[in-house]
């Protein structure tokens, strides 16, 4: 084990992060993948534990034991009675980890209550990094700003939105032509499949992408390599035909999907994006064209579909080698470049697309 690498310890409040999900996200259970793989590209989580009275969770107690997450059991007691157990167990196990494995250099707390502002100070006054996961519209504002930082659920890469489950449910009952069928925004989020090479490509990017969000500095191959292991422990470069992880890249790198730069180590060298953007710049055309070409042949354009004929004109055509984390995500940074315009339409509960000012 390096000693640059983080070492998390995580905490959820499983009942405020499943009902905040369930009430406002609209989701049957809470998801934990976009959570382990958030944390993932950010160091080695070392402890997992999540409370709950989990008679209320049957099926959420089967999917964090396949994720490895200590279920701690608080028994159903009457109102705050049993909400201030919780609470209490969380922050007192959380106190004394802090004392007894001084190894630990982040605790990352899932929840959006605001009772837990007072733990959040005293680990950073114990020299602790204190990460905090909520659902936006469940979390308390004095939260946020207590933590070094803060993820909201929603906006992890692999989460769902809701308007793309509404869309997906919506399609599904009125037996839209195939076309649209084929393929929504949701079915891109699946985990990558193994022995699919353009797949490899997808996994390398987005894991460089979301460790150059939270690193903040230099990526060395060796940060790339064991932040792909967390995700998938199983992950072999020789699976893929190479011989070891500098090959890979510099597979990738001849194929424009990442760039490579000597490192402080022998070896080890910084991967980033290519700073040249021409295959990037190419999707956008790509993307603005079928916007132009649909919307003058039938008119408003949703969301839904546009992927699927993007796909039609462009077969290879995937926005996680550029770095994004969806094609929603993909369509809002053209929009930023002023090649389209979004608006979201309550009736079709999807996204309108039109081209914008800008010429690709």
């Known amino acids: 084990m390096t000693n640059d690498e983080e070492r998390i310890a995580l905490f959820l409040d499983y009942e405020n992060l499943a009902i905040g999900a369930r009430e406002q996200l609209h989701r049957s259970e809470f998801d934990f993948r976009p959570v382990a793989d958030a944390l993932a590209e950010r160091g080695r989580v070392v402890v997992r ?3 709950a009275d989990w008679s209320r969770f049957d099926e959420d107690r ?57 733990l959040v100070h005293k680990l950073r006054e114990l020299n602790r990094r204190v990460i905090g996961i909520g659902v936006e519209a469940s979390t308390s504002a004095l939260l946020p700003p207590a933590c070094d930082e803060f993820l909201f659920y929603e906006r992890l890469e692999g989460v769902e939105p809701a308007e793309a489950r509404r869309v997906s449910s919506r399609t599904s009952r009125a037996k839209r032509p195939p076309v649209i069928e084929e393929e929504s925004i949701a079915e891109d989020e699946q985990p990558t499949a193994r022995g699919e090479e353009a797949d490899l490509g997808v996994l390398v990017t987005q894991t460089l992408s979301g460790i150059s969000r939270s690193a903040g500095g230099p990526v060395l191959a060796s940060m790339l390599k064991r932040a792909i292991l967390r995700k998938d422990p199983t992950f072999s470069e020789t699976t893929y035909g190479f011989r070891g992880f500098s090959e890979l890249l510099r597979h990738l790198e001849e194929q424009g999907a990442v760039a490579l730069t000597p490192g402080p180590g022998q070896g080890d060298p910084e991967v980033s994006f290519p700073t040249e953007a021409r295959d990037e710049q190419a999707a956008f055309a790509l993307l603005r064209s079928v916007v132009d070409r649909l919307g003058a042949r039938s008119g408003p354009l949703h969301l839904s579909g546009l992927k699927t004929q993007l796909r039609k004109v462009e077969p290879d055509f995937s926005e996680k080698r550029f770095g994004y984390g969806g094609f929603l995500q993909f369509c809002k940074a053209a929009r930023a470049r002023g090649l389209i315009e979004m608006d979201w339409d309550e009736d079709a509960d999807d996204y309108v697309v ?4 800008t010429q690709a």
């Open 49 to 51: 534990r999540a409370y």
């Open 62 to 118: 089967r999917m964090l034991t396949r994720h490895h997450v200590e279920l701690i059991e608080i028994p159903q007691r009457m109102g705050s009675v049993r909400k201030n157990a919780a609470d209490i167990k969380m922050a007192v196990d959380a106190i004394e980890l802090c004392f007894e494995r001084d190894y630990i250099t982040t605790f990352v707390l899932g929840t959006g209550d605001s009772d837990f502002t007072p």
């Open 354 to 357: 039109r081209p914008g000012p």
